[in-house]
């Protein structure tokens, strides 16, 4: 019998020691700005990480001071240990913490506007996606692409941020801090991603129904393979067509998608949304929304106001199974 | 205290059972012959004048109401909507319009008081218990403005349109072409567009779904069973329309507008039709706009943008961020490009 009992009382301490392990994996991963992937990054977690430690030490101390002065020596105190105590340790010791953190964290803290290698990259918040422009050093017309940053890896990278209709913020929690994007206001952001790999950009300031469905993965490549990446990207969208893919180029335009996003090479020029010249090259659809299956494709195709509510983008609910396939066939071709 | 406020109770009393009485029992005299006391006839009109003159609309919301054709459209509404109890101009009021409560004033009578505002607001919401109705179409106070045009002209002694001549007009094609034979402006070319477009929207215009209080009202006339025959008819109707102000410039910024957009418009003609020189759209999805009526085109941008045109949510999400200054830009652009070169 107590032995159980022993057992029931450990069981919720157990437990809450299983369900708390979990939220520490939170730690590592594509979006924590605690796994730092850049040079910018790296700054913030070591500020949090020192500021941390010193939360904690200053805890432990003012808890350690008042278990020993009620409990260990009970008796009243001298006017002088409590002067000392009043003056040293209420202004004396706190001035002097606070100053050394405000110099320290100010002498840090990553310059936003850090001149570049040269890659400029012009980020503008929609509702609620990423438009994207690439300005090589020299360019005299962009790269476009969106919902979809990539960086090279070892380069300074400066971000121009700014908004179409209401306040976002940008964040990519593993390469740096977030800054606001302004409707008619630019802001900057400079960014030296430093390990290779894949990472998860969110929108960071609410800003209206689909907020929480506003992200972005953003590809740190070798500089090579970036630049590779960015000539190819640079071209018209490809013409080697299925018979699928053909016919559902013929859908593109039967039902005016053209009005509204651009496929270079082809009659589509519209502006509204996202270029899709390459739009099978990215590795989500629907600015992080869902993955890049065929059925991703004809999901977003047919239900996008119900993955993005008050999205723009008018579902193709109306298109048969077929039709709305081969439109996924021929967009998801576009590498 | 408690006296008179028993007496007051009993009084309300009294006057609920006299009140219910002549409600239950039919105790008023409803004929129209015995018509309003004196007293009653006057309380009545005074509240409807002071009732307009407060409601009425301001004349800045009022297009140009010298527009030939917008006075042609407005007589063409007058002649199967408003003459059987106002009679035309220089023509007399039936008997049995006459012996209506309250009578409806001839129209020279009905005009001669009211500001043109007022009469907009007179023909958009009507009067309760005179027997003047609302207009078909709510938030349809822009097609109001055609009937007020041709109040106006007649109002003046120059030449306005017939309307005793319009109203002898019955079958239905010779009526349909009254207006859209002869008249442009808000009205639009119907040889621009296939049957079957036609018979849809004349379908919409019948049940409502599509909201116009002339279109309501020309539909009411026609059979159900005859508008696919119609719209044919319609459709291979040869029409007046407005000539394009100067064919040989073309305005770059409606170019541009039309077939790229902005980054809050799509590009119309991916739709509508591509470049006037690379032939139709066939299987597009939007109906054949070019060298449609400029007026007409710029209402009905109006209607979608402000939601009162409904049904394509394309189109809907198409025109939701136009400028009144793109509107008429577009409108402009669409009306000077020659048509499709299948129509």
């Known amino acids: 019998m107590p032995r159980s009992k022993a057992r029931a009382a450990a069981r919720p301490k157990a437990l809450s020691a299983a369900l708390t392990l979990p939220l520490l994996a939170g730690c590592e991963g594509a979006q924590s700005a605690l796994a730092p992937a850049g040079e910018d990054a790296a700054v913030l977690a070591t500020l949090f990480w020192v500021m941390l430690s010193g939360a904690v030490v200053l805890f432990l101390a003012m808890n350690g001071l008042f278990f020993y002065l009620t409990r260990i020596r009970v008796q009243a105190q001298s006017e002088t240990v409590a002067r000392w105590l009043i003056v040293g340790g209420g202004i004396v010791l706190p001035f002097v913490v606070i100053s050394a953190l405000l110099v320290w964290g100010l002498s840090i803290l990553p310059d936003h506007r850090q001149a570049g290698d040269g890659l400029r990259i012009r980020v503008t918040g929609e509702q609620w996606w990423w438009r994207v422009e690439y300005w090589p050093e020299g360019a005299t017309e962009p790269v476009i692409s969106a ?64 907020h929480a469905w506003m992200a972005f993965e953003a590809h740190v490549m070798a500089p090579e393979a970036f630049d590779d990446w960015l000539a190819a990207q640079a071209g018209p969208a490809q013409t080697a067509l299925s018979d699928a893919a053909r016919r559902g180029a013929g859908i593109f335009t039967r039902e005016g998608c053209g009005a509204c996003h651009t496929i270079r090479g082809t009659e589509h020029i519209g502006v509204v949304g996202p270029d899709l010249t390459r739009v099978g090259s990215r590795t989500t659809l629907g600015a992080g929304r869902l993955g890049v299956s065929l059925d991703a494709y004809r999901a977003w195709i047919t239900h996008t106001g119900d993955l993005k509510p008050e999205v723009e983008m008018p579902a193709y609910d109306h298109l048969s199974e077929a039709e709305a396939t081969d439109l996924a066939q021929y967009l998801r071709g576009l590498e | 205290m408690k006296a008179v406020l028993i007496t007051l109770a009993a009084l309300a009393g009294l006057g609920a059972v006299a009140g219910g009485s002549v409600v239950a029992f039919g ?46 459209l407005g007589a063409g509404h007058y002649a199967t909507a408003c003459l059987p109890c106002h009679a035309a101009p220089g023509q007399q009021r039936t008997a049995t319009s006459t012996a209506m409560v309250p009578e409806p004033p001839h129209i ?52 306005a349109p017939d309307t005793a001549a319009l109203a002898e007009v019955t079958e239905p094609r010779a009526y349909c072409a009254t207006c859209h034979e002869n008249v442009a402006g808000p009205v639009p070319r119907l040889d621009l567009l296939p049957a079957d477009y036609l018979e849809a929207q004349m379908r919409a215009y019948a049940s409502g779904l599509r909201p116009s209080g002339i279109m309501e009202q020309a539909m009411s006339r026609v059979d159900g069973d005859d508008i696919a025959a119609l719209a044919a008819e319609m459709a291979a109707l040869r029409v007046r329309y407005d000539s394009p102000a100067d064919p040989g410039t073309e305005d770059e910024t409606g170019r541009t507008l039309a077939m790229r957009g902005t980054r809050d418009v799509p590009a119309c003609t991916a739709c509508h039709g591509p470049d006037r020189d690379a032939g139709p759209a066939p299987g597009r999805a939007g109906p054949a706009i070019r060298g449609q009526n400029a007026a007409y085109l710029a209402q009905q941008l109006d209607l979608w943008r402000d939601g009162i045109r409904t049904g394509s949510p394309l189109m809907e999400a198409a025109a939701r961020d136009l400028t009144d200054a793109q509107i008429d830009t577009l409108s402009r652009w669409f009306a000077q490009q020659a048509p499709a070169p299948d129509n």
């Open chain 1, 147 to 210: 919902n979809e940053i990539r960086l090279p890896a070892g380069q300074r990278t400066e971000l121009i941020l700014d908004s179409a209709h209401v306040i976002h913020s940008f964040w990519i929690p593993a390469l740096g801090g977030k800054m606001d994007m302004f409707p008619g206001r630019e802001t900057f952001l400079s960014l030296r991603p430093t390990q290779p790999g894949t990472y998860r950009g969110q929108c960071a300031e609410f800003c209206g129904a689909s």
């Open chain 2, 27 to 72: 105790l008023y005299n409803v004929s129209a012959q015995a018509g309003h006391l004196p007293a009653v006839g006057w309380v009545l009109h005074t509240t409807f004048r002071n009732s307009v003159s407060l409601r009425a609309p301001s004349m800045a919301d009022a297009p140009d109401l010298d527009d030939p054709d917008l006075v042609a």
């Open chain 2, 108 to 159: 020279s009578e009905a005009i001669a008081h009211w500001e043109p505002n007022e009469l907009h607001w007179i023909v958009e919401n009507g009067a309760k218990m005179t027997g003047m109705p609302g207009w078909p179409a709510r938030q349809r106070g822009d097609e109001v403005w055609a009937v007020v045009a041709y109040l106006e002209a007649i109002r003046e002694t120059g030449p």
